[in-house]
């Protein structure tokens, strides 16, 4: 029997074409991040160096995060990848001028892709997306994290030692480059025809964030699982290289096995959410185990040998690289249905804070100690975001 509704409910636009482009978005925005961490040995780029950089992305991701849900309204999220991509092209020509004074300048143009990306690709996918497939689907869309870092650590490596560390630059501007036709294509599909609603003031956006104690923890929970995440990816190579005894191509296959492990950690972390329907619970085992791999890594990493050393880099990127398309899926569960984007924004904002921090505490307890006392003291604050999860998974507000 057909349902009367369902025959004059017009089709929403399909999922995967709209599921492709924002997975893709986030792979060419990883393969900018990581870049630099990547060829950092062969560019002889210095720890503090890759931290100036982080720190650029995320300084002017962080508001551009915060203010973006008013132009994913306005220009529809597609829209927002073709800019965000442009950003990139601009970011990767600046990196391959090759001083620190670029790498600061390629810092903050990346920013400007860094901080929209997630909320554009959250405001697309939840209207075109059950609820019950909810936290499958944002999974899958976060494996472009994983789906650019593993190509970058695998080929950037080889392309900096044969052709210099320039041409790495040049092949991922050259990849948004010509993404950005592909969004403008589907751009007209996906344009929203609804009026959207008024904008935000400051205090409105920050109060879809402290209005329920839930969304507020996840927030919390996400500023030290950000910074454990980036601290993986961006310095990953120079701790094996420095402290765990591997080679600069056998740092980049450990990191490799890392992505690759973050790459199955969010499609299975999300298909186990789906299937239990319990996310918090999830990410509460998400925040253990990242915990748990980087305190063995920071204090007796050297010790473990090459399989070993292996094995616990891919347990490591199944959870701290693995959490994130979960995550994304809560916030869209609990946030107010019109303002999806904007709660994404307005939360994502903790998030980046923690990657804002964390070059400087790993600058800070490189001088001054090592970088395995840098991942053990991440793994102490992984361990208490875990517990705020704990903590407000009970009741929807403070008040």
Request: proline letters at 5%; aromatic letters at 6%; hydrophobic letters at 55%.
């Amino acid at each position: 029997m057909v349902d009367a509704n369902s025959a004059v409910r017009p089709a929403p636009p399909a999922l995967l074409p709209a599921l492709g482009a924002m997975t893709s978005l986030q792979a060419l925005v990883a393969l900018a991040l990581f870049a630099p961490g990547v060829v950092a040995p062969r560019a002889h780029i210095e720890v503090w160096q890759i931290s100036m950089f982080s720190c650029a992305v995320f300084a002017v991701g962080i508001p551009a995060s915060f203010w973006c849900g008013g132009f994913i309204t306005r220009m529809g999220s597609l829209r927002i990848a073709s800019l965000c991509a442009a950003a990139i092209v601009v970011s990767m020509a600046l990196a391959s001028l090759g001083s620190a004074a670029a790498l600061l300048a390629a810092g903050l143009c990346l920013g400007l892709a860094f901080g929209p990306e997630t909320p554009a690709s959250a405001a697309l996918l939840a209207r075109l997306v059950t609820a019950e497939r909810r936290a499958f689907v944002f999974s899958v869309r976060q494996t472009g994290n994983q789906i650019g870092a593993v190509c970058g650590s695998l080929v950037l490596p080889a392309i900096a030692i044969s052709l210099g560390p320039a041409w790495c630059y040049a092949a991922v501007g050259a990849c948004a480059l010509l993404a950005i036709p592909l969004f403008e294509r589907l751009q007209r599909a996906y344009a929203g025809k609804a009026i959207p609603p008024p904008e935000l003031d400051l205090r409105a956006r920050l109060a879809l964030v402290t209005a329920d104690r839930r969304i507020a923890m996840l927030a919390l929970a996400s500023m030290p699982f950000s910074a454990m995440q980036v601290s993986l990816n961006t310095v990953f190579v120079t701790l094996g290289t420095r402290e765990l005894g591997l080679s600069h191509i056998e740092a980049g296959m450990a990191l490799a096995c890392a992505q690759a492990g973050g790459l199955v950690g969010r499609l299975g972390w999300g298909y186990v959410a789906m299937r239990l329907d319990a996310s918090r619970m999830v990410l509460i085992v998400i925040g253990l185990g990242m915990a748990f791999c980087a305190a063995l890594l920071g204090l007796d990493g050297a010790s473990l040998g090459r399989t070993g050393q292996f094995a616990m880099a891919a347990l490591f990127g199944l959870t701290a690289s693995g959490w994130n398309g979960v995550f994304i899926a809560e916030i869209a569960r609990l946030a107010p249905q019109d303002r999806i984007g904007e709660t994404t924004g307005a939360v994502l904002t903790a998030s980046y804070a923690g990657l804002l921090a964390a070059p400087t505490l790993l600058s800070i307890l490189d001088a001054t100690a090592s970088l395995g006392a840098a991942f053990f003291a991440l793994a102490c604050l992984a361990l208490c975001g875990t517990l705020a999860l704990i903590w407000g998974g009970h009741g929807k507000t403070d008040k």
